[in-house]
């Protein structure tokens, strides 16, 4: 499976941002599609999934009550939306792909759960 990001980009504080992760797959269902975000000098950070066969999601404490996961599955995209953004929000952004495992899919925080990832995607908050 491929993925690629859209939509990211230079926001002001306090502003909002949708991006987007489209997957080359024929069966969308089997995966679970992870968001995570890396900042110069850190480490990668999980901070959203998104089960695609029944919508089960999970958001990271550090961000949560400001994103959102949401799926258009006839399109095989996920989007995550984050809102009053922070200048401390500002990294590459890379959505990740989990497959169905032993008849199972769930979501992780954890990079190495995923096996596929896009390119990454920049989004800068600041004025």
């Known amino acids: 499976v491929q993925l690629v990001e859209s939509g990211g980009g230079l926001v002001q504080p306090g502003g909002s941002l949708r991006l987007s992760c489209t997957a080359s797959?024929?069966?969308?269902?089997?995966?679970?599609i992870g968001w995570f975000r890396q900042a110069p000098g850190k480490e990668r950070e999980g901070i959203s999934c998104?089960?695609?066969?029944?919508?089960?999601?999970y958001i990271a404490d550090s961000v949560k009550g400001r994103l959102t996961t949401s799926s258009d599955n006839a399109k095989n995209t996920v989007f995550l939306e984050m809102t009053s953004l922070r200048p401390e929000d500002t990294a590459t952004y890379y959505c990740?792909?989990?497959?169905?495992?032993?008849?199972?899919?769930?979501?992780?925080?954890?990079?190495?759960?995923?096996?596929?990832w896009g390119q990454g995607i920049q989004v800068t908050v600041s004025p």
């Open positions: 797959a024929s069966h969308f269902e089997d995966y679970a």
């Open positions: 998104l089960r695609i066969e029944d919508g089960d999601t």
């Open positions: 990740a792909a989990a497959p169905r495992l032993d008849g199972h899919v769930s979501c992780s925080a954890w990079d190495y759960d995923y096996f596929a």
